[in-house]
């Protein structure tokens, strides 16, 4: 089911104001969306144990706050917010700097032949570099790198403007390449 689908049988569930109706919508959104949510959530924190504690917490947000939505935004954006926000706020509040697992083979194979690499050591140095990067700058990266979010949406999301939004990614990026360049010249 399509997500404009998916929330025009949520609305209109919600809208009958019975107990039943309110769980099947939670149910419905649950499975809709707890896959890609909780994708976004374990790539930003990379401990499973943390990412499902904010999980908890980003779904007990949304199942409470669910009548209070207004649908100003897409229901998706308004729950990626909520996880986008937890995530932030679980990074301040634990100062903690283990990120998830990606596949970085496709960034380094534009620069250098494949043979030449290590992709072990490899996905290892491209998770250093985007550790490095500042909580928000990081969020961003995730959002436009692996999610492939237009920045639009990354926008309604975090609440900074497209401009910065493209900036903070520019910068993310020329970061992750300094570092991951640096490796390779330290490996050498």
Known sequence: MADKDINQKIESLLN?????????????IYEAYAIR???????????????????????IKVFSNLRKFK???ALYTWIYRIAYNECINWKKSKDFEKFA??????????????EEID??????WFDEAIATLPPR??????MRYYDELPYDKISEITGI?????????????????????DKLN???
């Not at 992709?119 to 290892?124: H, P």
Request: proline share 0%; glycine share 2%; net charge negative.
């Open 37 to 59: 949510i909780s994708m976004f959530v374990q790539s930003f924190l990379k401990n499973t144990t943390d990412a499902q504690d904010v999980m908890q917490n980003v779904w």
């Open 119 to 124: 992709f072990s050591k490899a996905t290892e």
């Open 161 to 181: 403007s497209e401009g910065s939004l493209k900036a903070s990614f520019h910068h993310a990026m020329v970061k992750v390449e300094k570092y991951l360049i």
């Open 137 to 142: 700058q990081r969020a961003v990266f995730l």
């Open 101 to 114: 697992e990606y596949e970085s083979s496709e960034i380094l194979k534009t620069s250098y032949h494949e």
């Open 186 to 188: 330290e490996d050498r």
């Open 16 to 28: 009958t104001h019975s107990r039943k109706d309110f769980e099947l919508a939670c149910k419905l």
């Open 71 to 73: 649908g100003n935004s």
